[in-house]
Nanobody
Framework: QVQLQESGPGLVKPSQTLSLTCTVSGGSITTNDYYWSWIRQPPGKGLEWIGFIAYSGSTDYSPSLQSRTSISRDTSNNQFSLQLSSVTPEDTAVYYC?????????????WGQGTQVTVSS
């Protein structure tokens, strides 16, 4: 069915920009009523929502990360991307892309496997 795969560098230096791409197969990122999300999990901590790009192309970001976050998409390649600027070691985490959908309530029905990103000099 729907599959999501994260890709990008696993090591980023402090002050640089973290860039990841999620490639989606088995479904279009422009299909109505789906929201394509980025979520992260720092070591030993819970999941943290970063933001999404909707099927319409609109975006929304976590208030705590909004100033540093940009999510975009490439509909021709059925991909969406994350850019997180000015990173610090606190941004070290496993980063996931996932699909968010409404059915009585909103939930994530498909997830990528996650990719480790370490911020270190």
């Amino acid at each position: 069915q729907v599959q999501l795969q994260e890709s990008g560098p696993g090591l980023v230096k402090p002050s640089q920009t973290l860039s990841l791409t999620c490639t989606v197969s088995g479904g279009s990122i422009t299909t109505n009523d789906y929201y394509w999300s980025w979520i992260r999990q720092p070591p030993g901590k819970g999941l943290e929502w970063i933001g999404f790009i909707a099927y319409s192309g609109s975006t929304d970001y976590s208030p705590s990360l909004q100033s540093r976050t940009s999510i975009s998409r490439d509909t021709s390649n059925n991909q969406f991307s994350l850019q997180l600027s000015s990173v610090t070691p606190e941004d070290t985490a496993v980063y996931y892309c996932a699909r968010w959908v409404y059915s009585s309530s909103y939930y994530y029905d498909y997830w990528g496997q996650g990719t480790q990103v370490t911020v270190s000099s």
